[in-house]
């Protein structure tokens, strides 16, 4: 509990001295609406990634269905704040787009989580089409021309708090007893149950509680872009956000923001770059693989004490 504690606090700590180092920067003019707008896509990619991170890395359950959940919250956001004036519209459809996401999880999880590997990857990239392909033709969301002009109630700082609230909430279940439940799945299921602890309970938590991050990050997607539209979250979107949960390390929540941060920055970079853009990231991320094939940080964690130790470590070296 102290540990927790401790922790808490300098998570706490650090984003607080984030929050205001980023305030300070756009005040002086240093941060432009450029590089504000990247920072949102960064945020907004944290939150994608490391409750994706929770299901594959802690569970080990591999799912490629958490563009449909986004797409449950960006389209409960569109179609609520476009009725309901006012931020509380905005804060109202986030909870709805959260329910919405872990009920539709649920009627997913509980039939689809019975399969291991490739097959439960096949099954939740499934239901994700089966979701987009709902809302292309229903009319209440505008079909395949999606929905415009959504009221702007998102913007960097509410992006940037609710990258901290789901990070938290996240790190505190993975280090509760509950959270190494679910990591005792991930390492031997057969040994997990010996035990005592109810597998498919934990593996159906893990799933929920990813699905509804996931429409947390739509929402704020829909509200800051005030446009959106079925195509968006097709397969690619869930592979993308795989990209950054595989380029942190699997089983890494600091990973997973070094990644985001770090192809947020190179995607911003070569938007100069015309055609050769994507040929130039796809080499990158080739290359980052080849040198860390088990991703920028693996399973470890990036922490004050660690970073501390090394470069003490090195002072005596030298």
Not at 162 to 178: G, W
Not at 202 to 227: D, E, M, P, R
Not at 229 to 240: K, L, N, Q, R, T
Request: with cysteine; glycine share 10%.
């Amino acid at each position: 509990m102290r540990d927790n504690f401790k922790y808490n606090i300098t998570w706490l700590i650090i984003m607080a001295a984030g929050f205001y180092m980023i305030n300070t920067l756009i005040l002086v003019g240093i941060v432009n609406t450029f590089i504000e707008n990247m920072l949102v896509t960064i945020g907004i990619n944290i939150i994608l990634a490391t409750g994706l991170n929770l299901v594959i890395g802690f569970a080990g359950q591999f799912s490629l269905g958490h563009a449909g959940f986004m797409a449950v919250g960006a389209y409960a956001t569109a179609i609520i704040t476009s009725s309901v004036s006012g931020g509380s519209g905005f804060y109202l459809s986030l909870i709805v787009g959260i329910i919405l996401s872990v009920v539709i999880a649920l009627i997913v999880g509980i039939p689809t989580l019975r399969l291991r590997g490739d097959y439960l990857a096949i099954a939740t990239m499934g239901a994700a089409e089966i979701i987009r392909i709902v809302i292309n033709n229903m009319k209440i969301t505008g079909g395949a021309a999606g929905i415009f002009n959504i009221p702007q109630f998102a913007s960097w700082p509410t992006v940037y708090i609710m990258v901290c609230i789901t990070t938290i909430v996240l790190t505190n279940f993975i280090h509760s007893r509950d959270g190494r439940a679910v990591i005792a799945v991930r390492e031997d299921e057969i040994a997990a149950e010996s035990v005592g602890v109810n597998v498919f309970k934990w593996k159906l938590a893990a799933f929920v509680f990813g699905a509804a991050t996931a429409a947390i990050a739509g929402s704020l997607h829909a509200s800051y872009l005030q446009t959106i539209a079925p195509s968006e979250f097709g397969i690619m979107e869930s592979i993308s956000i795989l990209i950054i949960v595989v380029l942190g390390g699997i089983g890494s929540i600091t990973g997973t923001f070094v990644a985001a941060i770090a192809l947020g920055v190179i995607d911003t970079i070569l938007q100069n770059f015309g055609a050769l853009r994507m040929v130039i990231y796809a080499l990158a991320l080739i290359l980052i693989m080849v040198f860390k094939p088990s991703g920028l940080l693996g399973t470890k964690e990036l922490s004050i004490k660690s970073i501390f130790k090394k470069i003490k470590s090195r002072k005596e070296v030298i």
